[in-house]
């Protein structure tokens, strides 16, 4: 397609290559990033679908160039199927039904404070999520617990209409329970509304556990440390996880690419749900830069990413708050498979479909029992 909007200067590409290490885009497109830029007008509008927003192109480019930007502004609207589209409102309107979300407030000193663990997370570790807002309560008493979704899946594939109303109802909700300060789990939920909520102060959880006393952790397997992309411009976040992995005494090594350098797991901007082939080859791209096969990560969507790429993805909060469901096998996948064994299983829809259904299942039975379980106290 033509564009009229200037394009990004492909003059200062250095042509280094530095962003293919972890670009699916690129591997989607086959082309270098230094061609790309100089013919952003002949981008594929799947580019846009193809681009994870995860920000490692400007991170590890020397001259800082993005390449999420060159495909915004040339690669017109995405093109998603309408059964994706379907799948992510299914979603997101049960998220925002009256079977699934709370807001509860609590009485106390801070009872303008509240818990938010994300639709994932809640949804996958329900126990976890009940441990972790027991232990928030001690130390802010009369703290509440919002279990609704953020509303950013909206935002990556449904209409601006459609997330506006989501968002407003998640906005009017808190505005109802008097909620001033909002804690939160979920480095997406995190990243989210901070810029859609700029008038509530939006706090990670992580440097909030860091000042407090964790148990020590017997875990002594080993394992990688993953940083999920939204993370990349939060070293306070980075700095707190491994504080609180150091006071755990949980052993770990990292991955070379990690911090503001890290890369996609494979599930940024829904691309699972896109393009599950593309999605795929991420997850065994980044799952194949270290030899451990247990990665820790403070992401839900990216443990279970790790899970689909053979390996065993495990949540730190599961590990310090409910460590013997790390044991367990997850349904996504057989850890014992190699990555290879991964692939060809994910390749054959039929079996791994199954499986997907269950997992979903599980998902909505553990959010509405944990709802019912905070609703009666």
């Not at 670009?23 to 594929?44: F, K």
């Not at 979300?101 to 000193?109: D, F, M, P, W, Y």
């Not at 940083?227 to 700095?239: A, F, I, K, L």
Request: with cysteine; charged share 20%.
């Amino acid at each position: 397609m033509t564009s009229n909007t200037p394009e990004v200067p492909q003059a200062v590409c250095l042509d280094c290559h530095r962003c293919e290490r972890g670009c699916p885009m690129l591997m989607a497109e086959g082309r270098s990033p230094h061609s790309l830029l100089q013919e952003q007008s002949t981008l594929d509008p799947q580019a846009a679908v193809a681009c994870t927003e995860c920000g490692y192109c400007e991170a590890v480019c020397p001259a800082g160039l993005s390449l999420q930007k060159a495909v915004q502004q040339h690669a017109g609207k995405k093109t998603t199927s309408q059964l994706a589209k379907l799948r992510i409102f299914t979603h997101q309107w049960l998220s925002f039904s009256s079977l699934l979300r709370l807001q509860k407030t609590g009485n106390g000193s801070y009872s303008h404070y509240a818990f938010m663990p994300g639709c994932s997370l809640a949804g996958g570790s329900p126990q976890t999520v009940q441990e972790v807002y027991r232990q928030l309560a001690e130390f802010f008493p009369g703290i509440g617990l919002v279990m609704d979704c953020c509303a950013r899946p909206s935002a990556y594939l449904l209409s601006e209409k459609t997330t506006t109303t989501f968002l407003s109802k998640l906005e009017q909700g808190l505005k109802n329970s008097k909620i001033q300060k909002l804690i939160v789990a979920c480095p997406n939920c995190f990243s989210f509304l901070s810029n859609k909520f700029p008038q509530l102060e939006i706090i990670s959880l992580y440097p909030i556990l860091a000042s407090m006393p964790l148990p020590v952790c017997s875990y002594s397997e080993k394992l990688a440390l993953h940083d999920p992309c939204q993370t990349r411009n939060e070293p306070g976040v980075h700095s707190s996880v491994r504080q609180i992995l150091a006071a755990c005494h949980i052993s770990y090594e990292e991955f070379a690419d990690n911090r503001q350098n890290t890369q996609c797991c494979g599930h940024g901007n829904m691309l699972a749900v896109t393009m599950p082939k593309l999605a795929q080859k991420q997850r065994l791209h980044r799952a194949g830069q270290t030899s451990c096969h247990k990665i820790v990560t403070y992401c839900r969507s990216c443990s279970e990413a790790f899970d689909l790429a053979g390996k065993k993805g495990i949540h730190l909060l599961d590990l310090i708050f409910d460590p013997q469901s790390i044991t367990e096998p997850h349904d996504f996948q057989n850890h014992s498979q190699s990555t290879q064994e991964a692939n060809k299983t994910w390749m054959n829809k039929k079996q791994p479909s199954a499986k997907r259904f269950k997992w979903y299942a599980n998902s909505w039975i553990n959010r509405i029992l944990l709802k019912l379980r905070n609703c009666a106290k």
